[in-house]
């Protein structure tokens, strides 16, 4: 898969780890690769901007907790960011509300769950039904 990274700071170890400890996947780095504290919105809002363009298949946001990464994320029409700290709840972002951006949080998360949390987002599929009636009234909020 095609998948945007983008992080903070806080967000770099995290993102080298999963850039190296996955290597099917091709990354679209586009966060900050120093330690210098910087302004998370900055490198969030490139992931976000590649996902609403359909450049990438979907995208990882990292900050420390990843409340940050979220709320800039989800600022972007037609993103639907999830911020997840365990598999089931990256497996429901996507079977449910059909997420195309995971946020995670490097302070929160450590590399192993990380990993698993995404591979539990990449495999699960959107269920449609119901949920679509529901995101398409996220969609009329967006209006
Ligand atoms: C940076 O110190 C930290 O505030 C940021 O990474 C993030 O956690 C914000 O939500």
């Keep these: 898969m095609k ?3 983008g992080n903070d700071h806080a967000g770099v170890d995290l993102k080298y780890s999963i850039i190296k400890t996955m290597p099917e996947h091709i990354f679209i780095n586009v966060g900050t690769d120093s330690y210098e504290s910087c302004d998370y919105p900055d490198y969030i809002k490139l992931v976000a901007e590649m996902v609403q ?4 298949d979907c995208g990882i946001a990292i900050c420390g907790t990843g409340i ?3 709320i800039v994320a989800n600022k972007h029409k037609g ?3 999830a911020l997840c700290t365990n ?13 195309n951006m995971l946020v995670l949080g490097a302070r929160v ?4 769950l ?11 599929t ?11 009234k996220i969609k009329q909020i967006e209006q």
């Design 3 to 5: 998948i945007g990274i």
């Design 53 to 56: 363009k359909g450049e990438v």
């Design 68 to 70: 940050g990464a979220s």
């Design 79 to 81: 993103v639907r960011a």
């Design 87 to 99: 598999e089931f709840m990256a497996s429901m972002a996507r079977k449910h509300n059909d997420a």
């Design 109 to 112: 998360v450590g590399i192993d």
């Design 114 to 124: 990380a990993i698993s949390i995404i591979n539990a987002f990449l495999h699960a």
């Design 126 to 136: 959107f269920e449609g039904g119901r949920h679509k009636q529901r995101l398409d």
